[in-house]
């Protein structure tokens, strides 16, 4: 719990969060090596080598002293100037951090020094009280700190942004399975089948291999489903056909209510054998949502339906089922028609989803009842116009496996213009 507000800053994609693992330590590393290089060791040689040299600059201080002159001053490299100029300073770069050891390590050991100038990496100005007066030691640089302490720094930089390219490609090409698999999934959720191989490490492979086990065993369960449920609506055509002409023979009297009867059966095993064939009949192709919608609404129109065009937006085409987009939409159009007066069907196609919208004037259904509109052979005749007939029960589930199989969802609510039923078929792009 102490580290949840840290989850709203981590990345979510399995490639950032992986990177973040990889990069996280290689940088921290890197950082403890720097500080301790810096503090522990470059301060140290920087401290001794100012020790050492302020131990020559007491020799020459202490020969000015007792005649004025050094002679010794030439042969350690170090220059002498008296009197030392009136412009003196006491300078130091802000990135100088050794430049502080230095002034510390030459205080501490010459009491008599008043100034030490750092103008720049190459030189140092000393100025030191004798009896003759105030002296300038100039000496090189390098005498007091390491010349190239950045060279530590610039190869380990170096190596471990090359190390973490390396890693990187090798976590790539672990990753790409899971990726692969990923979108294998997702197809497939949309009732799409791709090709598909499992690779990579060993965990990787047992999934990918449970993953094809459990698509073989859906496809199975639902051509054995389809099967079952055609079998049995094609067995029960044959003798409802010999009923038709039994009842050819009777009078009008006793025949016409057989034969409503019989149409009610021939109905509900169409719409049996039509929930059998399911949502993945046919091959997804690239269509134009909006030319399709229009030639369903012109044929309901022919049927003699009271369904009318509504806004259409955007353009552009998507991998549909037309088989299946088609029963979808003419089961959504007849649940209108049938506990309604009008129906209006509209589209939408944006960047991000299609949204096919089918509204209507009847009474409608209740928040709480959508969700078990939804199911397959579910009636909800207490809320619905009975007059105008009762269906099996399937055109909503019909509709709900058609949107799922594209990878979308059916939506039900309360038209804010007609009043009744709003259904939206959505499917991402």
């Known amino acids: 719990m102490f580290f949840a ?69 030439a042969p350690l490299h170090i220059n002498v100037q008296m009197p030392a100029p009136d412009n003196r300073m006491s300078r130091r770069r802000w990135y100088d951090f050794a430049g502080i050891v230095v002034k510390r390590e030459l205080h501490e050991s010459l009491p008599a020094l008043e100034a030490v100038d750092l103008p720049n990496g190459g030189k140092v100005h000393a100025y030191v009280q004798t009896g003759a007066g105030l002296a300038e030691l100039t000496f090189a640089r390098a005498r007091v700190s390491a010349l190239n302490p950045h060279q530590l720094l610039v190869n380990m930089v170096f190596f471990g942004i090359l190390m973490t390219v390396i890693a990187y490609i090798y976590l790539r090409n672990q990753l790409r399975p899971i990726k692969r698999l990923a979108r294998a999934a997702a197809a497939f959720g949309r009732g799409n089948v791709i090709d598909y191989k499992p690779s990579g490490a060993v965990e990787v492979r047992a999934a990918g291999h449970a993953f094809l086990d459990m698509r073989n065993r859906i496809e199975r369960a639902i051509d054995q489903r389809t099967l079952m449920l055609s079998g049995v609506s094609h067995d029960l055509r044959t003798p409802l056909t010999r009923m038709k002409l039994g009842l050819s023979l009777l009078d009008d009297e006793d025949r016409e209510p057989l034969e409503r009867d019989v149409q009610e ?37 022919r049927a003699g339906m009271p369904v009318q065009l509504g806004e259409f937006e955007g353009e552009g085409e998507l991998a549909l089922r037309r088989v299946g987009i088609r029963r979808a939409i003419e089961n959504l159009i ?60 399937l055109g909503l589930s019909i509709a709900t496996d058609v949107a799922r199989a594209h990878g979308g969802m059916l939506r039900l609510g309360e038209s804010s213009e007609m009043g009744g039923l709003r259904a939206d078929i959505v499917i991402a792009r």
């Open 5 to 73: 507000w840290l989850k709203q800053y981590m990345p979510r994609s399995l490639y950032g969060r992986a990177a973040l693992i990889l990069i996280v330590p290689i940088i921290g590393l890197q950082l403890v090596v720097s500080i301790v290089f810096i503090q522990r060791h470059f301060e140290e040689v920087t401290s001794q080598m100012s020790r050492s040299m302020a131990l020559e600059l007491a020799l020459v201080v202490s020969e000015l002293e007792a005649s004025g002159q050094s002679n010794a001053a």
């Open 265 to 301: 059966m021939q109905r509900m095993l169409d719409e049996f054998l039509s929930f059998a064939k399911g949502a993945h009949e046919g091959e997804p192709e690239m269509s134009d949502p909006i030319a399709l919608v229009r030639g369903i609404v012109d044929d309901c129109q």
């Open 334 to 393: 007849g649940n209108a028609v049938r506990y309604g007066t009008n129906a209006v069907v509209s589209v939408a196609l944006t960047e991000r989803a299609l949204r096919i919208r089918v509204e209507d004037d009847g009474p409608g259904i209740a928040a709480e009842q959508r969700e078990e509109a939804q199911r397959p052979f579910t009636r909800l005749d207490a809320s619905r116009n009975q007059n105008r007939g009762s269906g099996v029960g």
